[in-house]
């Protein structure tokens, strides 16, 4: 959501400062997004006795923590995200990591591209 933001922005609004800050954008989510993807593949690649244990649902970590411990307990990882719902060919993490290193390479390339002309 974040890529597609900086680049609707970057498309209304072109000019040359707002356009570095909306590739800059860009960048950082398919960044952020691809190493968010990774840890979820990681994660889902352990043996079965090397997963993280569970933690609390979400509903009683956001009543019961701050803010900034959810993040770091959700990010730290429970044993349910090393489950693999579907698989077409990849698994729904695998296919975002593809997306968000598409989008990222598309987007540095389309750059550089414009850069020339």
């Known amino acids: 959501m974040g890529m597609g933001l900086m ?3 970057k498309l209304f609004l072109g000019s040359k400062k707002i356009g570095i800050l909306a590739i800059t954008g860009i960048w950082f989510f398919g ?3 691809l190493i968010i993807a990774g ?3 990681y994660l889902q ?3 079965k006795e090397l997963v993280p244990s569970c933690a609390p649902p979400m ?3 956001l009543d019961a923590l ?3 411990e959810v993040l770091a307990t959700v990010f730290l990882a429970d044993g349910n995200c090393a489950e693999e719902d579907w698989r077409f060919i990849f698994n729904f ?3 975002a990591a593809l997306g968000f290193l598409a989008l990222t390479l ?3 390339a389309s750059q550089f591209i414009a850069k020339r002309t």
């Open 7 to 9: 680049a609707l922005l």
């Open 31 to 33: 960044a952020s997004g």
């Open 39 to 41: 840890r979820q593949i």
């Open 45 to 47: 690649h352990l043996p």
């Open 59 to 61: 509903d009683f970590l």
């Open 66 to 68: 701050p803010f900034t």
């Open 93 to 95: 993490a695998e296919w």
């Open 106 to 108: 598309f987007s540095i």
